[in-house]
T-cell receptor
Framework: GDSVTQMEGPVTLSEEAFLTINCTYTATGYPSLFWYVQYPGEGLQLLLKATKADDKGSNKGFEATYRKETTSFHLEKGSVQVSDSAVYFCALSDPLTGANSKLTFGKGITLSVRP | DTGVSQDPRHKITKRGQNVTFRCDPISEHNRLYWYRQTLGQGPEFLTYFQNEAQLEKSRLLSDRFSAERPKGSFSTLEIQRTEQGDSAMYLC?????????????FGPGTRLTVL
């Protein structure tokens, strides 16, 4: 079945450091890929997405490129801020597992950014 | 703000009791999803509605769980004879239309603790 694997956390960085959070996936078809973020005390919200191979999703300085050859969707940011401290979830939606567009999530990784 | 709302935000109950949670999606969204999230894990799909029709249920959804969306608007999730293993965050999400690339909007969740 479909699955998403995220790198182990937590991750602690200093402000302005470069961020990479790894995500790889297994899917039956050609999924859409997402990064969701959960800030402290808030609900999950979409950070960015990519719906086909080689697409790059971007938002708030974060980027991720859909790499079909390596089945990866790594999240990057060139200079993190304290306000980026949150839990980050990689997810996929696979049209071949049903038209319901349900999301399959990774375990999530906690990012803490120090001033 | 007309985002997804969930009620209650927290529920503490004793083992064996029944509990019911409510989700109000974004008003024009025809799709509604329930997910469950345990500590240190990503959300896991439970069930999905398109309008009032429940179109898919996960194997995670035992026969103690039932969900309804009677008029295609709000939804309820009931757990009968709760067990300690039911302790989790229950998340509701909604989306407009189908398609694997459609964004799901999440509510803040209902945290259930079964004593």
């Amino acid at each position: 079945g479909d699955s998403v694997t995220q790198m182990e956390g937590p991750v602690t960085l200093s402000e302005e450091a470069f961020l990479t959070i790894n995500c790889t996936y297994t899917a039956t078809g050609y999924p859409s890929l997402f990064w969701y973020v959960q800030y402290p005390g808030e609900g999950l919200q979409l950070l960015l997405k990519a719906t086909k191979a080689d697409d790059k999703g971007s938002n708030k300085g974060f980027e991720a490129t859909y790499r079909k050859e390596t089945t990866s969707f790594h999240l990057e940011k060139g200079s993190v801020q304290v306000s980026d401290s949150a839990v980050y979830f990689c997810a996929l939606s696979d049209p071949l597992t049903g038209a319901n567009s349900k999301l399959t999530f990774g375990k999530g990784i906690t990012l803490s950014v120090r001033p | 703000d007309t985002g997804v709302s969930q009620d209650p935000r927290h529920k503490i109950t004793k083992r064996g009791q029944n509990v019911t949670f409510r989700c109000d999606p974004i008003s024009e969204h025809n799709r509604l999803y329930w997910y469950r999230q345990t500590l240190g894990q990503g959300p896991e799909f439970l069930t999905y509605f398109q309008n009032e029709a429940q179109l898919e249920k996960s194997r995670l959804l035992s026969d103690r769980f039932s969900a309804e969306r009677p008029k295609g608007s709000f939804s309820t999730l009931e757990i009968q004879r709760t067990e300690q293993g039911d302790s989790a965050m229950y998340l509701c999400a909604s989306s407009l239309g189908g398609g694997a690339g459609n964004e799901q909007f999440f509510g803040p969740g209902t945290r259930l603790t079964v004593l």
